[in-house]
Nanobody, 123 residues
């Protein structure tokens, strides 16, 4: 069974950093576009960042540009989200996703999802 497993979440003070990881259970996932989404309590799940299968193309939502960096290591079947200068409004459950449409910000274009990891930023 294909799985995406996130790790690296936690509690951090505003201005701090965290690095999220998402490991895929199958090597074929290295050919998929990967994305990160987040969902705060009472809100819709929203797009954060995406990276093409080669790693050569990335897209970010405006609120995280310059603070977050998405990257991937296909040899390890892993995608990362480096989060710096964290703000309380970044508090959410962060989900890793895999899909086939490069550059997509739409949840509907991602076929596989992890269970999520909680990120809490205190003020």
């Amino acid at each position: 069974q294909v799985q995406l497993v996130e790790s690296g979440g936690g509690l951090v003070q505003a201005g701090g950093s965290l690095r999220l990881s998402c490991a895929a259970s199958e090597r074929t996932f290295s050919r998929y576009t990967k994305g990160w989404f987040r969902q705060a309590p009472g809100k819709e799940r929203e797009f954060v960042a995406t990276i093409s299968w080669s790693g050569g193309s990335t897209v970010y939502t405006n609120s995280v540009k310059g603070r977050f960096t998405i990257s991937r290591d296909n040899a390890k079947n892993t995608v990362y989200l480096q989060m710096n200068s964290l703000k309380p409004e970044d508090t959410a459950v962060y989900y890793c996703a895999a899909g086939g449409l490069e550059g997509s910000r739409r949840k509907e274009d991602y076929d596989y999802w992890g269970q999520g990891t909680q990120v809490t930023v205190s003020s």
